[in-house]
Each structure stands twice: as structure tokens, then as C-alpha cells.
């Protein structure tokens, strides 16, 4: 039984793969390859693009799509999280692509069921998914990637975005640097800046990412807008330098992002979305026998 839990669970190989059926998938054409085939989202944090994407990738290729209400679950009753995943295995799904705010939980419930298991994100652990599309979009605009520099910007201590691209970035021969305030990052071997201005001039892409307050024990900053004021990736500090900008989303605007490199053409962020359709579609067709 195949599952992706973290990217690690694709070789490199199974990755170009993966990539070259998303690539036939970017038409968004309906198809028959998951007829008959059953896939459960259970998120038990809540989500607009990862969820969403999983399902029309499901739909886009003919699979039944169940997507349990946590909140009208029976989880309210006191049932346990192994005790669900096995009851809802045993209605003979697929695959069930879960959502969890405890790193590590994707891993567990994988000994519980009989299907694969598809992280769709688990505390600050991994978003293999996010990576995926993160790299297929890079590519897609770089062609060749090797040996480019991404500037990883925000709250990277607290991100299972981060974590997913330094493992998967690193293993394609992407330079990561570490960009933020010194709450927001992790202990690394990897290089560390506390300024965008130090870097701006090297690297090629800019990753930003959302300050995770649900999942701060403290409050960092007075507010967004403090944080916003030294990391804000605006059209003022990105002149015309040739760079691109990604966001795995939601972002905070004018704190992450300003409203003029929103929609700046260098801003691949909607792009992201339209890939990562098509990249869990090459997942979903991956892991699931037909
Ligand atoms: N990128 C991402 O995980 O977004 P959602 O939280 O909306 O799913």
C-alpha cells in the first residue's frame, strides 16, 4: 500500500512522472480514469484550497468523492480519530486525504486502514501536496530549476509548507535560504537571513508565507501589521527585479503580500492554485490502483 505522508514517499523519478501527467491534466477535461472509484477528505483544520483541490482532482477524474463534516461527526460524540478512520474505511474507499492539526497523525491513521492515506497537511510537519505544486509550478516557469536560490520568508518554524520544501527543494539542487525574524525560525544547517533586502539581489524566487498565529503559544507581534511593516514582500522592495513570488495561501494581505504585487505578473500565487489541481490529480491517479 502506497500513501504519501511526506515527499520523501516519491523518488525523484516517481516525481518527473508525477509531473508529466499533471502536465496532460492542466487541460482540465473530465476523465474516466477513477470510475467507480471512491475517494473520503476528512479535514479536521480547516482549508479552502487544499480540500477543494482534492475534491475537483477526485471529480476531474471520475472518483466518487465523500468529504466528511467534522463538525457533524460523531467525533463530537467522543469517537476517537482511529476509531473513525477505521469505520470509514471499512465503507471500502479508495483513498481518504486527511487534514490534522497534530503532526504525525497522517503517519498513524496509515496503520488503521486499507486504502492510501494522502497527507493533506498535519500540524507543522509536512504538506507534501503544497511541495509538489510549489515545484511543478516552479518548473513550469524555469524549465531547468537546478541550481536555483528560493528565499523562504515568514513564519517558517511553524510551517509544514516550509518543511515539505526544504526536504523536497533540497533533493533538486534548489538552494533554500531562511528569511525571517528570529521567533520565526527553526533551529538549520540552512542559511538564515532577518532581512529580504539581504538576499533580494541573489535569489530567484520569493516563497512567502503566513505568520500561523493559531499555532502560536505566545503572541510575537503586536500585530499583523508590525510583522507586515519588516517582511511584506511590496512592489517597493521587488523593483524590477526578476523574481518570481509564490504563497501557498491564505495570504494576509498587505502583511505577506502588498495589494500591487498581488497582482503583479511575477505573482505565480493563482497559478499555484491551477497547478495543484493537476499535481493531486497525478497523485490520486498515482496511489490508487485501477
Ligand atoms: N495551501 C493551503 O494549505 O491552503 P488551505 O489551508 O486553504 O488548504
Known sequence: MNHLINTRDFSLEEIEQLFER????????????????????????????????????????????VSLDVSRSSSSKGETLFDTAANLDAMGPDAIVVRHKSSGVPHILANYVNCPIVNGGDGSHAHPTQALLDLFTMKRHF????????????????????????????????EVILVGPP??????????HHSIEEVIDEVDVIMSLR?????????????????????????????????????????????DVDDFMMKDPRSKILEQVKNGVAVRMAVLEKLIEH
Open 143 to 174: 524549465g531547468d530549476i537546478k541550481g536555483k536560490k528560493v528565499a523562504i520568508v515568514g513564519d517558517i518554524k511553524n510551517s509544514r509548507v516550509a518543511n515539505s520544501n526544504i526536504e523536497l527543494l533540497g533533493r533538486v539542487g534548489v
Open 22 to 65: 499533471a502536465t496532460e491534466f492542466l487541460d482540465e477535461k473530465p476523465r474516466e480514469i477513477l470510475k467507480n472509484k471512491t475517494v473520503i477528505t476528512i479535514f479536521f483544520e480547516n482549508s479552502t484550497r487544499t480540500r477543494s483541490s482534492f475534491e475537483i482532482a477526485a471529480k476531474r477524474l471520475g472518483a466518487m468523492v
Open 183 to 192: 521567533h520565526f525560525l527553526p533551529q538549520t544547517d540552512l542559511r538564515v
Open 211 to 255: 505568520a500561523q498565529t493559531e499555532r502560536h503559544a505566545n503572541q510575537i507581534y503586536a500585530s499583523l501589521k508590525d510583522y507586515g511593516t519588516d517582511f511584506c514582500i511590496t512592489s517597493k522592495l521587488m523593483g524590477e527585479r526578476d523574481i518570481i513570488i509564490l504563497h501557498p495561501g491564505p495570504v494576509h494581505r498587505n502583511v
